[in-house]
Each structure stands twice: as structure tokens, then as C-alpha cells.
């Protein structure tokens, strides 16, 4: 893998066992990509299922729970092709700092609470419809995705539904 790595923060459908992993694992596969072990943000985060089960953590620090997820070193490469999933040139999620320490390190050995805390990036709800996402549920979030059955794929939603406008849609309603 390339010496130039960004650490990424992974806390949904990336994750193993979910539906976009195929991606982590094609960038473990062409050496774009380390897995690095269970992580947990340092601050709380609220994280939030909106419509089609879809998971955003949004950026409102000491808001919801600390987050646990995986931590990934990604090549420049393997960082273009996540933020191409993530939608990050086109208003869906943007891939910002964030702090996390270590729950389980790659070989499995358990980690004190008291971890080191390291210097990441994940992808959050993009701040034009982030907040109200949160305060259309209720101002009520996750520790941790764990439900694979509300996700639905992006081939299997309707047709000419978009992300953008279902998001802000979801957002205002109710």
C-alpha cells in the first residue's frame, strides 16, 4: 500500500457483515486498504437510520453516543473510490475529522478504555440536511448500526427516487 494512508472511520454499511463492505474488501483485496480493528469515536455523535435504513452519523459533537465502528487505513486510490460511494462531490455525505480510540485491535486483542486516541475521518450527513435529519427522529440515535434488514440497496429503491431530494424530503416531513 501506498506510504501516504488516510485512516477512515467506518460506522454503517461499510462495515463487515453490510451491504457496501464489497468496496473495503475489493480495497483489502488490491492491497488499498488495512483493516485496523473495532474503534469508537472519543465524543458522541449522533448517528441515525433515515429512510430505505440508510445510516448517517451527523456532525453535532457531544450530541447522541459515542459511535463504535471500524477504522481502516486507505490508500489515495482506495479514498477516491470510497468518497465516490459516499457521494462526497455531490452534497451526500463529506468526509471531515474525527478522533477514535481502539475497542479491539485487528488481531483481536481487547483494549482497555483508556486507549490511545487517534486522528481519523469519517463521513458525516453533509450539513445541509444533517441537523434536521437529527431533529426529525426525534433527536434519538444509535451507539452502533446493527440492523442489516432496513437497509435497502440503492438498486432495489424506487425509481426516481434521489438521494438529495428523498434526504431533504425525510428531513422537513413530520
Same mark, same amino acid.
Given at each position: 500500500?501506498?506510504?501516504?494512508?488516510?485512516?477512515?472511520?467506518?460506522?454503517?454499511?461499510?462495515?463487515?457483515?453490510?451491504?457496501?463492505?464489497?468496496?473495503?474488501?475489493?480495497?483489502?483485496?488490491?492491497?488499498?486498504?488495512?483493516?485496523?480493528?473495532?474503534?469508537?469515536?472519543?465524543?458522541?455523535?449522533?448517528?441515525?437510520?433515515?429512510?430505505?435504513?440508510?445510516?448517517?452519523?451527523?456532525?453535532?459533537?457531544?450530541?447522541?453516543? =459515542? &459511535?463504535?465502528?471500524?477504522? /481502516?487505513?486507505?490508500?489515495?486510490?482506495?479514498?477516491? +473510490?470510497? !468518497?465516490?460511494?459516499? $457521494?462526497? #462531490?455531490?452534497?451526500?455525505?463529506?468526509?471531515?475529522?474525527?478522533?477514535?480510540?481502539?475497542?479491539?485491535?485487528?488481531?483481536?486483542?481487547?483494549?482497555?478504555?483508556?486507549?490511545?486516541?487517534?486522528?481519523?475521518?469519517?463521513?458525516?450527513?453533509?450539513?445541509?440536511?444533517?441537523?434536521?435529519?437529527?431533529?426529525?427522529?426525534? =433527536? &434519538?440515535?444509535?451507539?452502533? /448500526?446493527?440492523?442489516?434488514?432496513?437497509?435497502?440497496? +440503492?438498486? !432495489?429503491?424506487?425509481? $426516481?427516487? #434521489?438521494?438529495?431530494?428523498?434526504?431533504?424530503?425525510?428531513?422537513?416531513?413530520?
Amino acid at each position: 500500500m501506498a506510504s501516504h494512508q488516510s485512516l477512515i472511520f467506518t460506522y454503517g454499511t461499510l462495515k463487515r457483515g453490510f451491504a457496501n463492505h464489497k468496496l473495503m474488501q475489493d480495497l483489502l483485496c488490491s492491497n488499498d486498504a488495512v483493516y485496523l480493528g473495532r474503534y469508537s469515536t472519543e465524543r458522541s455523535y449522533p448517528l441515525v437510520c433515515g429512510p430505505y435504513g440508510i445510516p448517517f452519523l451527523i456532525n453535532l459533537p457531544g450530541q447522541g453516543h =459515542r &459511535v463504535s465502528g471500524e477504522l /481502516y487505513a486507505v490508500s489515495p486510490r482506495g479514498l477516491s +473510490r470510497v !468518497d465516490d460511494l459516499e $457521494g462526497t #462531490t455531490v452534497g451526500y455525505y463529506e468526509r471531515l475529522p474525527i478522533r477514535v480510540h481502539c475497542l479491539e485491535q485487528s488481531n483481536g486483542a481487547e483494549q482497555n478504555g483508556a486507549g490511545l486516541v487517534i486522528d481519523a475521518e469519517a463521513y458525516f450527513a453533509h450539513r445541509s440536511y444533517g441537523e434536521d435529519l437529527w431533529r426529525r427522529l426525534g =433527536r &434519538v440515535g444509535l451507539a452502533e /448500526y446493527t440492523d442489516t434488514r432496513k437497509y435497502v440497496k +440503492r438498486s !432495489d429503491r424506487p425509481d $426516481g427516487w #434521489t438521494f438529495i431530494e428523498g434526504i431533504r424530503a425525510f428531513a422537513s416531513s413530520g
